[in-house]
Every structure is written in structure tokens, then in C-alpha cells.
């Protein structure tokens, strides 16, 4: 699952259809999942060093972390494009009026 | 000679919006107006155009406080001297905009309030009932000044208040309400009250309607909080 997301966004990266900076928080996720799965010698003596019985919970909290923080990445994307957009819309509010002024005047 | 900008934001308003600039040439000869449409998808900057009013077009539809604010912006540029903010759906009454001229003369104030409760009833649902008295409490709390319709978009702004308000984020993009007064007393501006008269809303939904006055106290919270915990330009 993770080296079929890791490829996939490389390949949207590839193609320009998806910025590289938003891709990175995507590559680390999908990096991040790949790594789970040589569970032998990462994560089951991480999760035993963190006291945790059961390897797989460490997973589940890595991948959770990881998609709260691409959530997270996200929302505060597109807070800051609704920003740009209200200004965009107001500045073209603003000048399609001030060009329908001087059009009138040159008529 | 003090010049007025009346702004009117509008969104889908083709019922009323020609009876409210009739209404607002008749009571104010001596003022400018300007209608914001915010992005509508009826005939309401048709039908403000032909009235001979100024309309901009906001291209698509950003909310009250962006049409308020694109307003303001419009006043900014154009060194206006005084705003009248008048809701185009009927329900503010154009001949009360007096008493908030006179009661910026009067108490020396940066901003006036139309407040419906001063005089006269006005009736309301239970939950935008409550909403006002919770924000009115907040307001007074913070600013020690009694507000009785912090939610009203009735208001006259003097200069320095609206060229603030016009730049970046400075006006929220939906409710402009209690959390604006408090920003504006953080800013020492000197927000009053004056009455006014309100109309039932004759037509169409209003925002404060169904389930969204739960949504609006939920957000207008945030946003109070935000206010005081950012801080002062």
C-alpha cells in the first residue's frame, strides 16, 4: 500500500498534477507506511523499547499521527486560498467597475 | 461638506433590492450608494443597475463581511468621509440612518450601532433571542458599554474605522457582529448605539434561521476568543 502511494504520487508529481511541496507531506506518508511493513526490524523493537505488547498498535499510532498532520497540512491550505481567493474577488469586483467607468467615458 | 457612502450588500435579492434603493435615495438624497453584489445568481445587479446606483460584482458569492468589506475597500479608494452599512433584504429602515448621523455628532463616536430594541419591539426566534442577550452580555462585559443588538448590520462608520476594517483580514468573511465590537474597543474606537427602526424580514430565509443559529453562537464564540487572544494591530 505505501510503495503504491509513494509511486503514484511521484508519477502526479511527474506529470504536474500535484504541486511538489503539497506531495512531500503524501511521499512521507506513503515512506512511512512502506517502513511499517519491515516490521521485523523497525517497528517490533521500537514498540517493545516503548513498552508497548502489541508491535502493531505503533503502526496504527505512526499512521494516525501522520494523517492528522496531512489533515492538519490541508486545512490550513486551504484556509490561507480562501484568503487569496476573497481578495482576488474583491479586486476584480473593484477594477471591473473602475473599467466600466472609463469605458462609459470614452463613449 | 461630509461625504456618506451607503453600502448595500446583497446576495440573491431580486425581490427587494429595488425597494430598498428606492428607499434609501429617498431617505438620504445627499449620500452615494453602493450595491455589493456578492456574487449573486438571480437578477439583483440588474435590477440595482438600473436603478443608477453603483454595483459591483463580486464574481462569486465570499459571504456578508467580504461583500461588507469589498464596501469599504470601494470607500477607501474613493475618500469617503462616513459609511452606512444597509442590508438588502428590506429589513433595515433607511429613514433611522439620521439617527445614527446625529448620534456620531452627539457622543463623538468612531462607529454607531442601529439597535432595534432601544425602541420599539421586534420579534425574534427563541434561539436568536438568546443569541443576542448572550452576545450583548459579552460585549458589555468586555467593553463595559450596554450593546443591545450587537448583531445589528445597521452602522455608521466614520473613516479611520472602515479603512481599517477594508484591509486583509481585518473584517471576518461571515459574521461581523459582537467580535467586531470588541476588536474595535481593543482598538480604543469608540463604538455607541443609537435606535432604529427594523423591518420583519417580508421574504426569503434569513441567515439567522433553522439550525444556523446553533452554528452562528458556536462560531461567533471562536471567534470572540480569537479576538482575545490576538494580538493588538
Redesign the interface.
Known sequence: MGTFLFITILELARKRRFREELSIVWLLTGLGLILSSFADLIIDPLAFKLGLSYPPALVFMITFFLFVLVILYFSVAVSDL??R??EL??K???M??KLGTLYKEEE | MKSYLIIIPAYNEEGDIASVIGDVKDSNPGADILVVNDGSTDSTSGIARKTGVMVLDIPFNIGYGGAVQTGFRFAAERRYDFVITVDGDAQHDPYSAQNLIDAMEREQADVVIGSRFIEGTYRMGIMRKIGVRLFSMIARLYTGTNFTDPTSGFQLLNKRVFSHLSKDDNYPLDYPDVNIIMALHKMRVKVVEAPVTMKEKPRGKSMHAGLRPVIYIVRMFLAIIMVLVRKED
Open positions: 480562501k484568503s481567493n476573497k474577488s474583491q476584480i469586483a473593484l471591473e467597475y
